[in-house]
């Protein structure tokens, strides 16, 4: 049974820091790209990052390109996303993807407000 089960995020001034893990089971996580997605309000789910399976190669939305960073642990089987520098317009649902096999995690809410 796949499994991605999320833990981290909640609220947060603006300019603070969150840490959130997706911890991975039922499939092979090193042979999987693994993604962050989220979704605010009335918008639709975009990506935010992404790390490759076999080199570690990450990609991030423009909007996010040099405040986020996404990591993997091959062996613990999680993907991480640090978020600094955060804003109010990251107010979102935050879903942790394995692109291979489409499996998403359960999302964790992620808000930035004074």
């Known amino acids: 049974q796949v499994q991605l089960v999320q833990s981290g995020g909640g609220l947060v001034q603006p300019g603070g820091s969150l840490r959130l893990s997706c911890a991975a089971s039922?499939?092979?996580?090193?042979?999987?790209?693994m993604s962050w997605y989220r979704q605010a309000p009335g918008k639709e789910r975009e990506l935010v990052a992404s790390i490759s399976w076999q080199f570690g190669i990450t990609n991030y939305a423009d909007s996010v390109k040099g405040r986020f960073t996404i990591s993997r642990d091959n062996a613990k089987n999680t993907v991480t996303l640090q978020m600094n520098s955060l804003k109010p317009e990251d107010t979102a649902v935050y879903y942790c993807?394995?692109?291979?096999?489409?499996?998403w995690g359960q999302g964790t809410q992620v808000t930035v407000s004074s």
């Open positions: 039922g499939f092979t996580f090193s042979r999987s790209a």
């Open positions: 993807k394995a692109e291979q096999g489409g499996y």
